[in-house]
T-cell receptor
């Protein structure tokens, strides 16, 4: 158990809908990262927050948005869902920003868009 | 730019050794190694830092060649529990510190 929690574990929805994925980082971690992993693919970085502020953006679609709240939990909002958005979405957290920090991954949310 | 891993897949018998390589076209500040079992979260294995420092655990070793912009993960006397997909991650060259993960190497250990 990494200490990072994600809810829900599974999500099934229809095209065109909007969903929200939630992540609670490990106690004391200020950085939160979101990744998308499609079937048998690698981990695609989406976005990073540090202490409430957006820190880095990856290949995140305009239909996707995220935020980190004062209590440091984060939410990833996916809207106008398409079939291709079906994937595992992971959240990870680390203590700080430095490139030598370990990232701890949550169990993931499996999204299926029908 | 995404690091390139080789080989793409490895099949081993228990007790055999394997080496997984990670190459980057950019200068490396650090290399992070993770293992992911199917449908589960990636699990941290090791960080190698510029200058030779290593942070990690488990019976796995790794090397980091800054000049060649490469890292190698050494799995010796493999166990069934080593099966999974191994990813290396390297920070972007800008100051944002995000990790770019490699293409992955699938390792399968059979009894």
């Amino acid at each position: 158990d990494s200490g990072v929690t994600q809810t829900p574990k599974h999500l099934i929805t229809a095209t065109g809908q909007r969903v929200t994925l939630r992540c609670s980082p490990r106690s004391g971690d200020l950085s939160v990262y979101w990744y998308q992993q499609s079937l048998d693919q690698g981990l695609q970085f989406l976005i990073q927050y540090y202490n409430g502020e957006e820190r880095a953006k990856g290949n995140i679609l305009e239909r996707f948005s995220a935020q980190q709240f004062p209590d440091l939990h984060s939410e990833l909002n996916l809207s106008s869902l398409e079939l291709g958005d079906s994937a595992l979405y992971f959240c990870a957290s680390s203590v700080g920003l430095a490139h030598q920090e370990t990232q701890y991954f949550g169990p993931g949310t499996r999204l299926l868009v029908l | 730019q995404q690091p390139v891993q080789s080989p793409q897949a490895v099949i081993l018998r228990e007790g055999e050794d394997a080496v997984i390589n990670c190459s980057s076209s950019k200068a490396l500040y650090s290399v992070h190694w993770y293992r992911q079992k199917h449908g589960e979260a990636p699990v941290f294995l090791m960080i190698l830092l510029k200058g030779g420092e290593q942070k990690g655990h488990e019976k796995i070793s790794a090397s980091f060649n800054e000049k060649k912009q490469q890292s190698s993960l050494y799995l010796t006397a493999s166990q069934l529990s080593y099966s999974g997909t191994y990813f290396c991650g390297t920070p972007g060259v800008d100051s944002t510190d995000k990790l770019i993960f490699g293409t992955g190497t699938r390792l399968q250990v059979f009894p």
